[in-house]
């Protein structure tokens, strides 16, 4: 049986909030409920959107509920040529092509073909450079997209906590990023490589996240990757009902009083209140209750 690895991975766009504790919390439970390894990896790959001292603030945070990274912490801006052999073996085996299609072009693409969506749904890529399609006819790369395979489209897979799942990600997502167009790699494949290299066998995180998996899943199986167990956790609404979010404008949590924070943390993923005044002994009892 392999080894435990599981992991907690923040972009460090801005600080954590209650709602970011709640996934470290069970990641680093459930990794300690297995006898395993934590980790703590920086997601700072959209290099625009980070805010500089923001890893070492968030790793401050940490420290303050007790939360350390059991290996030296990894940081996806140093990552690069990971993901660019995996993007090469991605292209090599026909799974990835280039795009010229700006933003644009693939409204247009959609219009033309009377694809109506949603407002704030994101468009689902309509093929138009893929390379059964005539690929890019001319229009300079910008940007390269995974080629979802027809018969790989439905995937299904089961989360330890919302059960089983099924997502049709040809028709719900599309041939997604796994380059920008401004060179910055994807969030989707930044995220598997590094999954894969850690030996991460455990993915515990927010719900928000959930929606990603099959991407992920396809991904890890282009790749020749193993999969690894996934599990997210309930998310934390504030006042307006909204979830808590960095774009929302949601508060850091208060890490001069790191048992309160965690009592709020607990107290969503459904843990008992524990008893005492110290971190170490709440962590201790919630890995109890986690594990029973
Ligand atoms: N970096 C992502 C975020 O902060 C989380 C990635 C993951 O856990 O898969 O939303």
């Known amino acids: 049986m392999a080894t435990y690895r599981g992991r907690f991975a923040p ?36 290099t625009p959107r980070c805010v500089p001292g923001m890893g070492a603030h968030i790793l401050w945070q940490l420290a303050a509920c007790g939360l350390v990274s059991d290996e030296p912490v990894v940081q996806q801006s140093s990552r690069g040529a990971l993901y660019q052999a995996s993007l090469d073996q991605l292209i090599a085996q026909g799974n990835a092509y280039p795009c010229g299609c700006s933003r644009r072009d693939i409204e247009a693409a959609l219009q033309a073909a009377g694809v109506t969506r949603e407002r704030h749904h994101a468009a689902v890529y309509p093929g138009t450079c893929r390379p059964e399609r005539g690929g890019l006819q001319g229009k300079p790369p910008r940007a390269w997209r995974f080629a979802i395979e027809p018969h790989r489209a439905l995937v299904h897979w089961s989360d330890t906590r919302l059960g089983p799942q099924t997502q049709n990600v040809a028709t719900e997502v599309g041939d997604f990023i796994l380059r920008r167009a401004d060179g910055l790699w994807a969030y989707q494949l930044a995220v598997v490589v590094d999954d894969a290299d850690q030996g991460i066998t455990h993915i515990v995180r927010g719900e928000d996240l959930a929606d990603n998996t099959p991407r ?15 599990r997210h956790t309930p998310l934390v609404l504030g006042d307006n009902g909204e979830k808590l979010s960095k774009q929302n404008g949601a508060q850091p949590f208060d890490a001069d009083h790191p048992l309160a924070a965690l009592q709020q943390a607990a107290q969503a993923l459904g843990l008992p209140p524990a008893p005492g005044s110290g971190v170490s002994e709440a962590l201790r009892h919630w890995v109890s209750a986690w594990s029973a």
Do not use: F, N
Not at 24 to 44: K, N, P, Q
Not at 217 to 227: D, F, I, T, Y
């Open 11 to 46: 972009s460090p766009t801005g600080p954590l909030h209650a709602g970011s504790l709640v996934a470290a919390l069970a990641s680093w439970l459930d990794a300690r409920a297995h006898g395993g390894i934590w980790l703590v990896r920086m997601e700072d790959v959209d």
């Open 216 to 230: 992920q899943l396809l991904l890890q199986r282009a790749l020749g990757q193993p999969e690894p167990y996934y």
